[in-house]
């Protein structure tokens, strides 16, 4: 066994003393994250008999879940130096490192969150002037994912899309994109005043989802620029979607460069694509410019926090800095940016291997569920010109069965207690990761065998919808001047012709239907219902119930 003080919880994963909840709270399934020497306990065993605080105060640590020494990440150790630091303490934040914290978040998460909830001091460093561990920490990064700079972000992919656009898009400036972009990629866009060229996606009426573009597309897109004498100012592409789908980024790039044109792809879905030899080549490996992580996804660090990697030359560096210095907040929490740094770590041990159980469970799901009577998993052969699929994600469908995917996920949740990852109109998206065990997977596999036996000679559901709800696009504004523009709100039947005030989107995934500027058609306007009076939620609309819609008074 290895003695270690209670004060060096943050060494070990992204704790940050959560352990106290762990304490009360017994854990029956056996994580990946254990055989990689994080906390975690034994199957049927309480976390008490994994750890324990002696009479002096002391963590017991079992020595094979030790972090060794050279791995504690910089940002980690110094959020950790500075906490155990006994000063007299007249800063911000208001709890005063929870001498203050509100009773009701502490029962359930102990105080040591708060005591390493600090604002930027000295040996911390400043996230827009960065030194010491901060920098140190960004650099390491920038080292695992192969980037010539990366930067910690605190407002999640979000804020790195947003600071990409703008970087990479002067007012007036033309941004080709898909039309299922995620909703961040419009923000960005009224951000920078960039005129968007849209691409419509692939898509498959059968699954009813999008999946991505083709280089071909992009070509036409950039040639139909080039004859009206423009050139765009960045090509935005997002790889993976939401269902692990990859576009050819190595030819889109390629394209791209040829033409002197900057790509930037939202890759908030493929933090651990280097990680794997069975996983997709990452953005950086097939040459992007830019590309955004949501480490928080598929990683391990805390919600809300991401990165933004950048390589080569095209893209101007202190531009993308001063964008982000407007974007981002000015009291970032430390909380967030050393999860990140311990994320990165967490992976740099063991970069090659740490990945092999999370696929070995999600093809050991995949082979358990893909021969299921009226079950449909989602693979290459749905799809054509798509170069690779991430095996983490799997999307199985219902229809056979006629359930929906809302159906469907309500008697997982009600009946076996699985909560998945993206429920939509057709199909559920579930999501392996590091966290999971093979309990849940043997879980999850049952509640679908059963669903399958229970609705097998129910009729199928058919649809007629053959194209994606923005498959007409009819821009009347461009998203900038539609977000200013003077508006009224009308009936939802009054609607149609009209030019939308608003973006209305499924969330998730965060794809609008319906986005500022643009002419509302019918073919959109059904979907939303359908969607809708089928159980999703529906995002950005000031009515929710959908009875009204704001509209630009023009």
């Not at 069965?401 to 109109?425: M, Q, R």
Request: one cysteine or more; hydrophobic letters at 40%; charged letters at 20%.
């Amino acid at each position: 066994m290895v003695i270690a003080s209670s004060t060096s919880l943050l060494n070990i994963g992204l704790h940050f003393g959560f352990v106290n909840h762990y304490f009360t709270r017994p854990i029956n399934c056996t994580s990946i994250s254990q055989e990689r020497g994080f906390l975690a306990p034994d199957k049927n065993h309480d976390i008490k008999t994994e750890l324990r605080i002696t009479k002096s105060n002391q963590l017991v640590i079992p020595k094979s879940q030790t972090v060794h020494s050279n791995s504690i990440p910089p940002l980690v150790t110094a959020l950790e130096s500075s906490a155990k630091q006994n000063a007299a303490t007249f800063h911000f934040p208001g709890h005063n490192r929870g001498r203050a914290a509100p009773s009701s978040l502490a029962r359930l998460i102990g105080l040591r969150p708060y005591q390493h909830d600090l604002p930027e001091l000295d040996e911390l460093g400043n996230l827009f002037s960065p030194a010491g561990p901060i920098l140190e920490a960004q650099k390491e990064a920038a080292k695992l994912f192969g980037s010539l700079e990366t930067w910690f972000l605190v407002g999640g992919t979000t804020c790195g899309i947003q600071a990409a656009i703008m970087a990479t898009c002067s007012p007036g400036g033309i941004l080709i994109l898909p039309r299922d972009s995620h909703i961040s990629a419009i923000s960005g866009m009224v951000l920078a005043g960039a005129i968007p060229k849209y691409i419509v996606p692939n898509y498959n009426e059968d699954w009813d989802i999008s999946y991505g573009i083709t280089p071909s597309q992009v070509k036409k897109a950039i040639l139909e620029l080039e004859m009206k004498g423009q050139q765009a100012s960045a090509v935005f592409v997002t790889s993976p979607t939401y269902h692990g789908i990859c576009s050819n980024l190595t030819e889109i790039s390629k394209l791209c460069h040829s033409h002197k044109i900057p790509l930037i792809v939202d890759e908030a879905h493929g933090a651990h694509f280097r990680f794997h030899s069975e996983l997709p080549r990452s953005a950086l490996q097939q040459g992007a410019d830019l590309s955004v992580q949501s480490t928080h996804k598929v990683l391990c660090s805390l919600t809300q926090s991401s990165m933004l990697h950048m390589s080569g030359s095209i893209v101007d560096r202190d531009r993308i800095f001063q964008c982000l210095q407007t974007l981002q907040t000015t009291s970032p929490s430390y909380l967030l940016l050393a999860s990140l740094d311990a994320a990165r770590a967490q992976i740099s041990e063991n970069r090659d291997t740490v990945f092999n159980k999370a696929v070995e469970l999600a093809i050991k799901l995949r082979n358990s569920i893909q021969n299921m009577p009226g079950v449909s998993v989602l693979d290459f052969s749905n799809f054509s010109r798509i170069p690779a699929i991430d095996l983490l994600r799997i999307t199985i469908g219902f229809w056979q069965l006629g359930l929906s995917g809302y159906d469907a996920d309500k008697i997982l949740s009600d009946d076996h207690g699985i909560v998945c990852e993206l429920v939509e109109t057709k199909s559920i998206t579930f999501v392996i990761n590091l966290g999971t065990c093979e309990e849940h997977v043997k879980r999850l596999v049952s509640g679908i065998k059963q669903l399958s036996m229970q609705n097998k000679n129910k009729k199928g559901i058919i649809t007629d919808r053959k194209f994606a709800p923005f498959a007409e696009i009819n821009m009347s504004l461009s998203p900038r001047d539609a977000f200013f523009a003077k508006k009224r709100r009308v009936d939802i039947e009054e609607s149609i012709g009209k030019i939308s005030g608003e973006i209305i989107c499924p969330y998730p995934p965060g794809i609008p239907v319906i986005i500022p500027g643009e002419v509302i058609t019918q073919r959109s306007m059904n979907y939303l219902l359908d969607v809708r009076n089928a159980g999703a939620d529906v995002s950005g609309a000031s009515d929710p119930s959908l009875s009204s819609i704001v509209i630009c008074d023009v």
